[in-house]
């Protein structure tokens, strides 16, 4: 691996974790000031992304210190479908605000849910800033990706299936406080939900395809034109 990119890579990975941190530091701060409990943190995908891109992120960062320290040559392959897992998962996120989220602010008019809403403390991180290190580093700074195939790429599923049926079971069995379509996914109707979890699957792996795929091609071109 270039040294050059390595660095890159070691310092999109740094700043990943050092934004996580700083945005749940806020987020303690304002469920503090809402007086509402912990947990509800963790029920959004939101969340639960961006944690999972930093343990991610740091996971890359000891392997590639190791490598700058002589220690070890390459990033095992489990780590890499780890990060690819992870990117995908926040890249959701990314686009679940720009695509549904965003719009249904201005459909709602909901001065409590507005659109400068899911870019403000927190969520600018959560929602925007560490996604996009994320998409950047992956395809243009980490590891070259050939040596995952393309059906381990459906490893990416996992994390979004688990959540899927972390979210159905309390759209229908309400066990956790509060909203229990907090994604408004019954917008339409309950009998809608089989069809959305279908569509995000699908989007989860046409995402896993792109990032294995991106990350493939940009190696190869710049082999190319080194050569």
């Not at 459909?107 to 560490?130: D, K, Q, T, V, W």
């Not at 996914?185 to 046409?206: A, R, S």
């Amino acid at each position: 691996m270039n040294k050059k990119k390595l660095l890159f890579s070691l310092n999109f990975n740094i700043a990943i974790v050092v934004l996580t941190i700083i945005a749940l530091g806020i987020a303690v701060i304002d469920v503090q000031i809402m007086d509402t409990q912990y947990v509800m943190m963790l029920k959004y995908f939101t969340t639960l992304s961006n944690l999972f891109l930093c343990v991610a992120a740091i996971i890359m960062i000891v392997y590639e210190s190791l490598i700058l320290a002589g220690k070890t040559k390459v990033v095992p392959k489990w780590v890499n479908i780890v990060k690819l897992s992870a990117n995908v998962s926040t890249t959701i996120t990314f686009m679940v605000v720009l695509f549904f989220l965003l719009p249904m602010a201005y459909i709602r008019e909901n001065p409590g849910y507005s659109p400068a809403f899911l870019f403000i403390n927190s969520n600018l991180i959560f929602h925007l800033l560490n996604p996009l290190l994320g998409m950047i580093s992956f395809l243009l700074f980490d590891n070259d990706q050939r040596q995952i195939k393309l059906p381990q790429t459906l490893f990416a599923l996992i994390f979004v299936v688990c959540y899927e049926i972390f979210y159905t079971l309390d759209v229908f069995l309400k066990f956790m406080p509060g909203d229990h379509d907090w994604y408004g996914f019954t917008l339409f109707g309950e009998q809608f939900i089989p069809l959305v979890l279908i569509l995000f699957l699908g989007l989860t792996f046409l995402l896993s395809w792109l990032f294995w795929l991106g990350n493939k091609k940009i190696h190869i071109l710049e082999k190319t034109a080194t050569k």
